[in-house]
């Protein structure tokens, strides 16, 4: 059974930075792409980065490009979203995810079938 774990969100200030980690288990840590999504309060839940399961593609959602960073650590079978400069409007419950496919070299959004509980990131004004 794949199981995700997310940790790392909190309250932080506009401008500020937080880490988030998703400990992955139960399935073949790498040779899947893993994601990032969120949810804020009455939307739906979007896109914020992938990455594949070299690492060598990573893909953002347009308000995140040049703020948010996704790395991979495939030694301790987990993924991290690191995220600076953020804004109120990036408040929401963040979500990791794993892809169904093997060695996809794609990020493919509808590909993404596991995922973890959220961790709330509030960002104040």
């Known amino acids: 059974q794949v199981q995700l774990v997310e940790s790392g969100g909190g309250l932080v200030q506009a401008g500020g930075s937080l880490r988030l980690s998703c400990a992955v288990s139960?399935?073949?840590?790498?040779?899947?792409?893993l994601g990032w999504f969120r949810q804020a309060p009455g939307k739906e839940r979007e896109f914020v980065a992938g990455?594949?399961?070299?690492?060598?593609?990573?893909s953002y959602a347009d308000s995140v490009k040049g703020r948010f960073i996704i790395s991979r650590s495939n030694a301790k079978n987990t993924v991290y979203l690191q995220m600076n400069s953020l804004k109120p409007e990036d408040t929401a419950v963040y979500y990791c995810?794993?892809?169904?496919?093997?060695?996809?070299?794609?990020?493919?959004?509808?590909?993404?079938?596991?995922w973890g509980q959220g961790t709330q990131v509030t960002v104040s004004s």
């Open positions: 139960g399935l073949m840590f790498s040779r899947h792409a």
């Open positions: 995810a794993a892809d169904r496919v093997e060695f996809s070299e794609e990020i493919v959004v509808a590909d993404f079938r596991s």
């Open positions: 990455i594949t399961w070299s690492g060598s593609n990573k």
